[in-house]
């Protein structure tokens, strides 16, 4: 087996013999790709199934229709992603051909986290691929049936002198930082995206980091409680809380709680039965490490449990839980929870939550619910975070027309659909000139002069176009 030095230098050779350029090798590839999620339907459903028991009905919606629809989507305008894109001109390059020309990078790295294990790297490679770039993938070692899946299809569908899957822990991964690469797009903690940032500043790569945070919901003015609840809850609880954009907790006051929490109650039962527990709809915590993390919180936490609370070690089992009373210093705040536990804090008024969320990290997504547009557009115009969604939470993630990425501490750079594309190319400015207007350009020669200075100025102020 080759060694990952081997694997990369591979892949390099291959970038470098230009395979990947043409527009048909790429469509091709993702065609193959498309095959690949068609003929394993149900083998992505087990695997997934094995790592977190995710319902089939959350993997395919989550997994298997979102890639396809990127895959699509990539398909259907690889070709106008492609186009050089014309710049404006002024008049000294009036007679010049202008353009951004996306040129592919080169060998890239994909590592993805294990919440979503198969989307978080297919997503990327897609992307990737329509950019024309040789890509290592390296899945995550803690969904370890996905991570087995992934790197026994990869190879069968796509071309091995391009795509290589490679496996291993945080130990493996680090090793393969230490290789050269001409992206590095990292899925997973902040903890970890600094360790791939030091490794990326010694070949001065630059890097996508999709990280994560904690996203808030806040719920304020008229509202309808049930349609909330069952958004607010579906969202939450969705892959058991193990969502970068889930909704971490809930801001909104005392009255709204109070008529919040009996639909939250209801909505629980309808979806998941007065027995969670045997509910085939409710994923799993990914491992006892991870379940040990979230019933720990539980401990901490001063709020007080009204829903759920209690967990099943071996069956990596906790009930969906809901803690109000949670004050913005109590454990369940100081971390992303990712799990399926619920605050609720009380705050009096959506100004003092605003003033509250500036004074944290910049999450992946801020959620508000509200049938009032002036809460919606105040919260939307007062609070920074990579995604927005209101009246609803996840779904914005969905729509591949939609940049999908953090900001600030929740991540750099973004991706889905085109943005994906991008993430993956170089804008090359290009400018092909002729021969033509010597005289014009003999504006810039030596001897230099005032004269010269003020034509120069004429010739190349942005509004000289309009003048031709
Ligand atoms: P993880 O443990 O699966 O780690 C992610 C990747 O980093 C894995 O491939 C792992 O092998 C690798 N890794 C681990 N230690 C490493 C090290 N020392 N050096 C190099 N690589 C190492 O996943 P995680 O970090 O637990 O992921 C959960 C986090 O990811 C959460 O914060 C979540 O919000 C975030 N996340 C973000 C997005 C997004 O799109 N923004 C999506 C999913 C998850």
Redesign the pocket.
Known sequence: MDTQSQVVERLRSTFRSGVTLPEAFRRGQLVKLMSMLKDNEEHIVKAVHKDLAKPKFETILSEVDIVTNEVHHAIANISSWMQPEYAAKNLATKLDDCFIQREPLGVVLV??????PLQ?LIVPLVGAIAAGNCVVI??????TATEALIAELIPKYLSEDCYAVVR???ED??AL?KNRFDHIF?????A?AR??MQAASVHLTPVTL????KCPCLIYGRIDFKAAARRLVWAKFFNAGQS?VAPDYVLCTTATRDALLPAVREVLDEFYTQEPKNSPDLARIVSPRHWSRLMDLLKRTSGKVVVGGTGNQEDKYIAPTVVVDVADDDALMAE?I?GPILPILTVESVEKSIELLRGKEKP?AVYVFSDESSVVKTVMERTSSGGFCSNDAIIHMALPSLP???VGA??WGSYHGHWGFDAFSHRRACMLRGWALERLNGLRYPPYSDEKIRWLRWTTAPSSCSLM
Do not use: M
């Open positions: 590592i993805g986290a294990w919440n979503y978080l390296k899945p995550s070692e803690i969904s291993g822990g945080a991964t680090e930082l990292y899925t997973g903690s902040q970890v360790r791939v999709e990280l994560g945070g970068c992303e990712f992946l999908f990425g953090g929740s991540g």
